[in-house]
T-cell receptor, first 112, second 114 residues
Framework: GENVEQHPSTLSVQEGDSAVIKCTYSDSASNYFPWYKQELGKRPQLIIDIRSNVGEKKDQRIAVTLNKTAKHFSLHITETQPEDSAVYFCADRTGTASKLTFGTGTRLQVTL | DTAVSQTPKYLVTQMGNDKSIKCEQNLGHDTMYWYKQDSKKFLKIMFSYNNKELIINETVPNRFSPKSPDKAHLNLHINSLELGDSAVYFC?????????????FGQGTRLTVV
């Protein structure tokens, strides 16, 4: 994609609460939207992704929603745990592009 | 088995030096990338190669020169290093250039220019 905005930049929640991170993309041709988790000093790793022909996808405590009309997609983490603390990145890619365009990242802190 | 491996993990060097970072993937992927992550954690694409051919070259100074001897390797050479080059450089690979293929990242190379 061309540009991906991500909010909030930092998020602090108490253990057990839910966390929501939102992204907006600009390229209407984008059709793949992954979310990466990066722990301190580690590599980004895929946690969940969604294709443009799907509106919602869930994997245990993690879910992603996509609104193609509004060009929004969101990550939802329920029952947060301390090990969820990390930086989360959204990204998008168009069908023919060869790059993932990343959002600016959200630092999630789960407190006890 | 390490899927995407890059060396070295840490690199400290003086301004003006030339250095290289190596990357190898054993996943059989066609596409490889270099990303730069600055101190604010922004991940920016630098280059993308598909089957040894350069397909993306973002606005990167020509002091940075990628080289892909085969589709399993993508090295990054940097000439005349500057303070602003200090960052973590991630190599990544994916099965194909587009579509919904996941990118797998290496462990990163923390470059510090002093």
């Amino acid at each position: 994609g061309e540009n991906v905005e991500q909010h909030p930049s930092t998020l602090s929640v108490q253990e057990g609460d839910s966390a929501v991170i939102k992204c907006t993309y600009s390229d209407s041709a984008s059709n793949y939207f992954p979310w990466y988790k990066q722990e301190l000093g580690k590599r980004p790793q895929l946690i969940i992704d969604i294709r443009s022909n799907v509106g919602e996808k869930k994997d245990q405590r993690i879910a992603v929603t996509l609104n193609k009309t509004a060009k929004h997609f969101s990550l939802h983490i329920t029952e947060t745990q301390p090990e969820d603390s990390a930086v989360y990145f959204c990204a998008d890619r168009t069908g023919t592009a060869s790059k993932l365009t990343f959002g600016t990242g959200t630092r999630l802190q789960v407190t006890l | 088995d390490t899927a995407v491996s890059q060396t070295p993990k840490y690199l400290v060097t003086q301004m003006g030096n030339d250095k290289s970072i190596k990357c190898e993937q054993n996943l059989g992927h066609d596409t490889m990338y270099w990303y730069k992550q600055d101190s604010k954690k922004f991940l920016k694409i630098m280059f993308s190669y598909n089957n040894k051919e350069l397909i993306i070259n973002e606005t990167v100074p020509n002091r940075f020169s990628p080289k892909s001897p085969d589709k399993a390797h993508l090295n990054l050479h940097i000439n005349s290093l500057e303070l602003g080059d200090s960052a973590v450089y991630f190599c990544a690979s994916s099965p194909s250039p587009g579509g919904d293929s996941e990118a797998f990242f290496g462990q990163g190379t923390r470059l510090t220019v002093v």
